[in-house]
């Protein structure tokens, strides 16, 4: 009988050492490869820590000059109210037309640090959810009573339908009314002539949409993407005669999601635009 051949196992052990040095190399790769991932998700959790401070100082910031441009807005629309109401004496009409611009430049501005004021808020988590029971035709009767002031144009109408297999919602009614009062003020501002028409129907079962349908000036397309972020405007040139904040969607749509809902928009340039909300019809506390 004859012993090992020793070529086959000359030829074995060649293919052990080789083997041992390729599982050394493939040792030697994932070590480095492990190094690199374990390096990489400290310099991950360093940009995340980096971007949190970021966020809060920016929160505290804009929360901080909200408050400290409160005092001389408020101060500056008082004056105006004393010079137009002739506490000081008659105004020409000269006068009163630099006084109305002043008052309106002031009250926009309010607005303006209101809503900064509510985007830190929200942003910082700080923003104080209260939902209750309460019926729509309250709702509705509530936004009717808040524009009514301010419809001066009769070629422009604000008609509210009656809600369509909903009555009651459980959710923050004055969040809900800030968005519809956006939605509003928006439709109102851009719709020189024709409608604004605010509607609420139960849709998917369990959620509401509410929609504020214009028949104003419209979108482009290339705006719709964007429209909902902070600061974003319309270029066009009624835009930039009735400037706005550029706050009042991005608000909507972050208020929006506190609520459990989310915002869309429908337009179409020259025929119009549809905003819309919708929201759970019960609101579930967040576990």
């Known amino acids: 009988m004859s012993g090992p051949d020793p070529l086959a196992l000359e030829r074995a052990e060649a293919q052990i050492r080789a083997h041992e040095a390729t599982i050394k190399t493939l040792t030697t790769e994932l070590a480095e490869t492990n190094h690199g991932v374990v390096a990489l998700y400290a310099e991950l959790d360093d940009q995340a820590m980096l971007l949190r401070e970021a966020s809060d100082l920016k929160s505290r910031f804009l929360s901080y000059m909200s ?7 408020g101060s500056i629309r008082s004056l105006t109210r004393i010079l137009l ?17 002043i008052q309106s430049a002031a009250t926009e501005l309010t607005e303006m640090v209101d809503d900064l004021l509510d985007l830190a808020k929200v942003e910082a988590g700080r923003v104080t959810i209260s939902p209750a029971w309460f019926e729509m035709v309250d709702l509705f009767s509530a936004l009717r009573g808040m524009f009514k002031p301010i419809l001066s144009s009769e070629s422009v109408s604000l008609a509210f339908e009656e809600p369509v297999d ?3 919602i459980y959710t923050d009614d004055k969040k809900l009314s800030q968005i519809l009062r956006n939605f509003i003020s928006n439709a109102l501002k851009f719709t020189p002539e024709g409608e604004v028409r605010v509607t609420a129907r139960r849709t998917g079962g369990d959620s509401v949409t509410f929609a504020v349908t214009d028949t104003g000036i419209g979108i482009g397309p290339e705006y719709l993407a964007t429209i909902f972020q902070d ?21 909507s ?14 337009s179409e340039l020259g025929k119009g635009s549809t905003f819309s909300v919708t929201i759970p019809i019960e609101l579930r506390p967040v576990e």
Do not use: W
């Open 85 to 101: 109401d002739l506490m000081d004496g008659p105004l020409t009409e000269e006068q009163q037309k630099q006084v109305l611009f």
């Open 166 to 168: 909903v009555t009651k």
């Open 67 to 73: 408050h400290e441009f409160r005092t001389p807005l």
């Open 231 to 251: 600061f974003v405007q319309v270029d066009a040139p009624i835009q930039k005669r009735l400037r706005g904040t550029g706050l009042g969607l991005s608000l």
């Open 253 to 266: 749509r972050k208020l929006a999601t506190v609520l459990g809902g989310r915002v869309d928009v429908q």
